[in-house]
């Protein structure tokens, strides 16, 4: 398949690109596209066909639900079931990068939902997305536009890289804002619950939930943490800044190295030959958030055959940067342990 690439200026999208993809998305074609968290990979949320080609484009497995995407809150009643006050909240904490679980109406294909009785629903705030699911008429559903098992795309490139050949158009609107994927709550639970951690400040989300619970890692209540996400695929563990440079000396010895590292740190690590790849500076946690994805990508590229990356302070922004950032490293942490 023919992918076309087309740019796009993400804050005043053009009217005539808007409504290519539209065009694309309404015949039930694949089309990615910037929000302000990551690419997403779009498809009409109308359409059990669209749905199953986004699951064989991305390779991902079938029971991995899709979030749909809405324009407006007051859409939200024709797709899923949420009384004045759970639309009341929404309104006030949307568009933005937080997602919320609702009951679906009939109209969403079990496709889209992976047979869950369930939709994860967000109102995005990116100028392209909200051009893109207007001028569809069509609600929009959109995984993360990378393969299966690939870091979430932050650029272009990266879906480019990943799904060009596969899909019918990507829109390239530069840089998205904020890198790491949307907080999702489920508002359906008899505690609101958040299911992933994402882009939304937890703090000022507790503001609106005061009872707010947050799953603990164990817990996998969203299909889609209990595959291998976010991860590169060239081994890579992490590790507390205070041992960094010792860690980084004594593995040496034995690997190919890559650190991944803030900049604060790479000043102070200077071993002969080891390869740096710097995340931001240790002062912004946002700006680090908003690199990883793209610095794993880097981390493929490298020709290390081990990364190491710097833990940061679970806080503020630190709290779902080092929940993508412990997933990534998980699988080599046990291997690892194993010895
Ligand atoms: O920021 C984001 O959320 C991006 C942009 C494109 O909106 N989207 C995104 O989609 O990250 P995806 O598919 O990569 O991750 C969505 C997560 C998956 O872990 C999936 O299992 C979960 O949301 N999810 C979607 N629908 C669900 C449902 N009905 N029930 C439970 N979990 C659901
Ligand atoms: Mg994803």
Do not use: W
């Not at 009951?103 to 079990?110: A, E, F, G, L, S």
């Not at 609101?192 to 507790?206: C, M, Q």
């Not at 900049?263 to 946002?286: A, Y």
Request: aromatic share 4%.
């Amino acid at each position: 398949m023919k992918t076309i690439i087309l740019k796009i200026d993400p804050n005043k999208p053009q009217k005539k690109i808007i409504k290519k993809a539209a065009e694309i998305i309404r015949k039930n074609g694949l089309a990615a596209f910037p929000t302000e968290t990551v690419y997403g990979l779009g498809c009409s949320a109308l359409s059990r066909t669209a749905a199953l080609k986004v699951f064989a484009a991305k390779n991902r497995p079938p029971d991995n639900p899709l979030i749909v995407h809405l324009a407006d809150v007051k859409d939200i009643p024709s797709i899923a079931y949420a009384d004045q006050k759970k639309l009341e909240l929404i309104k006030q904490l949307s568009p933005g990068p937080v997602t919320f679980l609702l009951r679906k109406r009939k109209i969403i294909p079990d496709e889209i939902t992976a047979g869950s009785p369930k939709v994860a629903v967000r109102i995005p705030s990116h100028p392209t997305a909200l051009a893109l699911i207007r001028e569809s008429g069509v609600p929009i559903a959109a995984p993360s536009a990378n393969l299966s098992t690939k870091p979430s795309p932050t650029r272009a490139a990266h879906v480019i890289e990943d799904l060009r050949g596969k899909i019918d158009l990507i829109l390239d609107g530069g840089r998205t804002n904020y890198g790491i994927e949307s907080t999702i709550i489920d508002l359906t639970s008899k505690v609101p619950t958040v299911l992933r951690l994402g882009s939304f400040d937890i703090e000022e989300l507790k503001k609106y939930f005061p009872n707010l619970k947050i799953l603990k890692k164990t817990k996998t209540k969203v299909p889609g943490t209990q595959y291998k996400h976010y991860a590169p695929l060239t081994p890579m563990i992490s590790v507390e800044r205070k041992v960094l440079g010792k860690k980084v000396s004594q593995l040496s010895k034995q690997y190919k190295i890559c650190v991944l590292c803030s900049r604060e740190t790479g000043e102070k690590i200077k071993l002969k030959g080891i390869k740096k790849i710097i995340l931001g500076s240790q002062k912004n946690l946002k700006e680090i958030a908003h690199n990883l994805f793209s610095c794993f990508r880097k981390l493929d590229k490298s020709g290390a055959d081990l990364g190491i990356v710097e833990r940061f302070e679970e806080k503020g922004a630190g709290l779902a940067l080092m929940n993508r950032i412990q997933k990534a490293a998980q699988k080599t942490a046990q291997c690892f342990q194993r010895g």
